[in-house]
Nanobody, 119 residues
Framework: QVQLVESGGGLVQPGGSLRLSCASS????????VGWYRQTPGNERDMVAI???????DYAESVKGRFTISRDNAKNTVSLQMVSLKPEDTAVYYC?????????????WGLGTQVTVSS
């Protein structure tokens, strides 16, 4: 059972930056899909940034050019660099890991970290 732990959230002013990190208790393979999602009260959890099967990277339209997802396979971490933050970026951010093997597909979530953008 893989555990994911997010860190780096907090309160930041509009236009500021934050870097979120996600540490995995297990090995993140280069072929795994890793991503960041966010959720606000009463809404669904939406994809923010994702690296699909270690190859293609995709971003939500609202964060393109401002957020950058990266992974460090040696450290089993996934990061999300966020710049030019806006109040509408306020949400709980969740790290996600999807692993596929001959036994099946396994999806893991962290507990989330709160990001608040406000003056």
């Amino acid at each position: 059972q893989v555990q994911l732990v997010e860190s780096g959230g907090g309160l930041v002013q509009p236009g500021g930056s934050l870097r979120l990190s996600c540490a995995s208790s297990g090995t993140i393979l280069s072929s795994d899909t890793v991503g960041w999602y966010r959720q606000t009260p009463g809404n669904e959890r939406d994809m923010v940034a994702i690296i699909r099967r270690g190859r293609t990277t995709d971003y939500a339209e609202s964060v393109k050019g401002r957020f950058t997802i990266s992974r460090d396979n040696a450290k089993n971490t996934v990061s999300l660099q966020m710049v030019s933050l806006k109040p509408e970026d306020t949400a709980v951010y969740y790290c996600n890991l999807v692993q596929s093997n001959w036994r099946g597909v396994y999806t893991y979530w962290g507990l989330g970290t709160q990001v608040t953008v406000s003056s």
